[in-house]
C-alpha cells in the first residue's frame, strides 16, 4: 500500500505557512508479526499541535523536522499479523497526517462501531473527554451553575456547551463572528451567546449576557476572555484553564487579564487541566457519552475538510475561525 | 476619657498623602448598658485598608468619608457594663484607628495573657491565619514541597515562612532590599532569599535559588512575582493567592503576568483566598500556633511605631518597604 503523508519541514514562526511542510508518498511494508496495517478513515485537528510544531519544551515532545506529524486518527485495519486485530477492525491512534501506517498492535486501539468513527475523534475522543474532565472535575460544575465558555463553538468548547445544557445548566457562549453566534443559540440552543468581534467590550457583553455572574467559566482562549470572565464571576466560581488559543501563534507574550486580583478577592480556582492526565476518568466518560448520544442529547459538531490535500487547510481553520465544531480532514 | 483618631477625609488618587486624613479628638461616653470601655494598646496595619480607602465595590465595604477608620487593634479594658467583660481584660477588636472606644461588647472578643498583646494582631491574628489557611489549605501543603513566599519579610509573609520551615520544607523568599534580605536568610533560616530590586530578572534568580523548581507559592504581590513563579513552578504546583499588593496603589491596571499559559501546560492549581471565610479553621490554628510558639519555634517579626501621630507613617511603611514583618501601632 502507498501512503502519501504530511511532514513538518520547519519550525513556523507565528502562523504556519505552506513551506513549513511538505507533502510525500511512501511505500508501507506488509505487517510483521505484531503489527497492523491501517488505511485512515478521518483525522482531527488539534490546536495542541501547533504547540508541537514549535522547539518549546511542553507536556507533550515538540514534532520532527522531515518527519510526518502526528495526530489523532481513526482508520480500519486492512492487514493484520496480530492475533488481537482482523481486516476491517475500526482502530484510533496517533498516526493521522497520512493516508495509512503499518505499526506494531499497541499503537493501535480498537474501537466499536455503535458510534460513528469520527465521533471517536470527537466528543467520544480526546476532545470529549477534556470537555468532560475541564467541566465536571476541573471546574466541579454543581447544580444552580451558569457557566461561560470561550471558543464556545469549537470542538472542545461545542461538547462543553452540550454537556453544561443537558445537565440543566444556563449556558453562554462566546465565539467569532455572526454565523458561530447563530450556531450557538439555534444549533446549541444555548442561553445567550456572544459574537466577541461585535462586542467594543467583551467585559460588558457577558454582564449583559449573565446580570447573575457566572460560576464557572471554561477557558479555551485566555487573554481578553479571562479577563471578561474575572471581573464578571461571583464569588468561588471555579475557572477551568483549558487552553489559550489566542497566544499559541503569537511571537511575543500577550498582556491580558489585568485583573487578576479578582481572583484574591472573589476566591476564585483557577484549575489548569490537560485531559491525557486524566485516562482513569476515561471508561466513566465513555459510558455517559454513549448514554448521551443514544438519549439524543449530544451530537457530532464537526467541519469536515475532504482529502489530506486539505488537511493545512483544516489546520489554519483552527486559527482563522472559519470552522464550526471539530476540524476533521475525511482521508478516506 | 477624650480619645483621639485618625479619619479618612477623602479617597485617595495613587499613593495615599497627608491630606486624605485628618486627626480628630472626641469624647468617649461611659459604657451604657452591655456596652465596654477599651483602651488600645496596639494596632496593626493591613494591606486590605488600601483597598477600603477606595469606593470600588470589595469583599468588605469601603471606609465612610469623615469617620475613624478601623482595622484590627487589642487594648485593655478600662471600664465595663457587661458581665462578660471586666477592667483589665485584654480584648480583640476591629477599632483600630483611635486610641479607645466605647462600643456594644460584641464588638470585642477576649484574648488570654499566655501570648503578648501584640501577637493577637501578627503570628496569633488575621495575619497568622492568612498565612496558615493560605499555605496548608489553599495551597494545600504538602511533604516535600518547595516553597516560594512572596513580599516574604512582610507580616502574612514572615509567618508562611517559618510554618514552612518549621514543618521542615525548602523556602525561598523574596523582599526588597538587602536588610530584608538579610532578615530572610539571617532571622527567618530561609534555603534561599531574593531581593527582588538587585536582580535584573526575577524568574532567572527563582530558577537559581530553587533549581528544582517551586510547587507551592505563596503570592502577595502579584506581577512580575507571580510571572516568575509561573515559570519556574514544577508540574501540579499550587498557587495561594493571597493579595497583590504591588497593584492597589496602582491608578491603572497591570500588564503581568504574561505567562498564564503555564497554569495550563503545568496543570497548576490558582487558588484565591481570604482569611476571613475561614474562620472555622481558627481553633485547630490556635492550637497549633500557641504549640509552635511554646517551642521556640515562631515568633513575633514586627516593626513597631510609637504613637498614633505615627500610624500614617506606619502605614506608608506597608508599601514603601521599610519595615520588617507585621506593622504595628504601639498606641498606649
Redesign the interface.
Known amino acids: 500500500m502507498r501512503s502519501r503523508e504530511v511532514r513538518l519541514e520547519r519550525r513556523p514562526n507565528g502562523s504556519p505557512v505552506r513551506d513549513d511542510f511538505s507533502f510525500a508518498e511512501v511505500d508501507l511494508p506488509d505487517p510483521g508479526p505484531g503489527e497492523v496495517q491501517v488505511r485512515n478513515l478521518y483525522m482531527a485537528m488539534d490546536p495542541a499541535m501547533r504547540g508541537r510544531m514549535s522547539e518549546a519544551r ?2 507533550v515532545p515538540p514534532f520532527e523536522l522531515g518527519k510526518a506529524m502526528e495526530g489523532p486518527a481513526v482508520g480500519e485495519v486492512v492487514a493484520s499479523n496480530d492475533p488481537n486485530f482482523a481486516p476491517g477492525d475500526l482502530v484510533w491512534s496517533r498516526l493521522g497526517w497520512r493516508e495509512g501506517f503499518t505499526a506494531p498492535a499497541d499503537k493501535v486501539e480498537k474501537r466499536s462501531r455503535d458510534l460513528p468513527p469520527q465521533a471517536y475523534l470527537g466528543f467520544a475522543g480526546m476532545t470529549g473527554l477534556t470537555a468532560y474532565v475541564g467541566l465536571l472535575h476541573s471546574a466541579a460544575l454543581k447544580p444552580g451553575d451558569t457557566v461561560f465558555v470561550s471558543a464556545a463553538s469549537g470542538g472542545v468548547g461545542s461538547v462543553v456547551c452540550q454537556i453544561a445544557k443537558l445537565k440543566g445548566h444556563k449556558v453562554i457562549g462566546a465565539a467569532g463572528g455572526e454565523r458561530k453566534k447563530r450556531y450557538l443559540l439555534d444549533v446549541l440552543k444555548l442561553d445567550g451567546a456572544i459574537d466577541y468581534k461585535a462586542e467594543p467590550s467583551l467585559t460588558k457583553a457577558l454582564a449583559r449576557e449573565a446580570p447573575q455572574g457566572i460560576d464557572v467559566y471554561f477557558d479555551n482562549v ?1 487573554g481578553d476572555h ?1 479577563q471578561a470572565a474575572l471581573a464578571i464571576a461571583n464569588k468561588y466560581a471555579r475557572f477551568a ?4 488559543i489566542s ?1 499559541y501563534n503569537s511571537t511575543e ?3 491580558a ?18 485531559a491525557l ?1 486524566h485516562l482513569d476518568k476515561m471508561d466513566a466518560f465513555l459510558a455517559d457519552v454513549r448514554a448521551w448520544h443514544a438519549a439524543g442529547l449530544l451530537t457530532s459538531a464537526e467541519t469536515v475538510y475532504e482529502g489530506l490535500d486539505r488537511s493545512l487547510e483544516a489546520f489554519d481553520g483552527l486559527f482563522d475561525g472559519s470552522g464550526l465544531g471539530k476540524m476533521l480532514v475525511k482521508i478516506a
Open positions: 511542553s507536556y485566555g479571562l484553564l483549558c487552553g489559550m497566544q507574550p500577550s498582556a487579564p489585568r485583573n487578576l486580583t479578582a481572583a484574591v478577592t472573589k476566591e476564585l480556582t483557577l484549575q489548569g487541566f490537560i492526565n
